[in-house]
């Protein structure tokens, strides 16, 4: 043991030109490696970002710009994620500068290109279970129309929960609850209700017809169910 440890302390230097030269090795063989997956990344960037655009497209969102950025580390060290950080940049108006995601995109404008990039992610990979609230802010019609058959496209791979009020939506999901808010004196209590058939004819009709439903409201809502059942 001490003839062990004479040894350890007496070839120190040696050892340590070993350890140097091992890392040098290393650092050699990450930097490849790191350079070919930026080439790949590069190429998928360009990809990703025009197929994200042709789906904001469907999505009234036709103006932006969508952008990946492959970000170089400032540092010239070996790191796991490679030689660079990924950065999704959006430009919401014409001629204006792709900035940050997270910083430029409105609450409901975010909440439809994550929809986008669900979507576009779903060849390779989905998440369990996706939440999206209030997705389809600000558009109707044929857009929220759109925005519902996408989320059954993801409701098909994975947990989609969708908060919304349009009915356009709300007609393609798998499954429909009602949320509605209690206030009794000092104290209020949320409920959700899971609707059969007519009760979502009920429902998709209040959601059309506002507080007066009519036959006519009664009669385009079971259309409206009875086509994005299809």
């Known amino acids: 043991t ?90 919401t108006n014409p001629g204006a500068s792709p900035g940050p995601l997270n910083k430029v995109a409105s609450g409901g404008e975010l909440s439809r290109i994550s929809l986008a990039l669900q979507v576009v992610a779903t060849d390779t990979a989905i998440s369990p279970t996706m939440i999206f609230d209030e997705v389809d802010v600000g558009i109707g019609g044929s857009t929220a129309d759109i925005v519902g058959q996408l989320l059954k496209q993801l409701g098909d791979r994975g947990q989609v929960i969708s908060v919304t ?26 409920l959700m209700v899971a609707l059969d058939h007519s009760a979502r004819v009920d429902e998709l009709a209040r959601m059309l017809g506002g507080a007066q439903v009519t036959d006519q409201t009664l009669s385009h809502a079971s259309e409206l169910l009875s086509l994005a059942s299809n």
Not at 10 to 30: C, M, N, R, Y
Not at 61 to 82: E, H, N, T, W, Y
Request: contains cysteine.
């Open 2 to 91: 001490l003839q062990s440890e004479l040894d350890t302390m007496s070839g120190g230097t040696e050892q340590l030109a070993q350890i140097k030269s091992a890392l040098e090795d290393t650092a050699l063989d990450w930097r490849s490696h790191a350079t070919k997956l930026s080439g790949l990344r590069r190429k998928a960037a360009a990809k990703l970002g025009q197929r994200v655009m042709d789906t904001l497209d469907q999505l009234a969102m036709s103006k932006c710009r969508f952008d990946v950025a492959l970000i170089p580390f400032k540092a010239d060290q070996p790191d796991p994620r490679g030689a660079e950080d990924i950065e999704f940049l959006i430009a």
């Open 165 to 190: 009020h349009q009915p356009q939506v709300a007609a393609h999901a798998h499954h429909h609850y009602r949320a509605s808010k209690v206030v009794e004196a000092n104290s209020a209590e949320s």
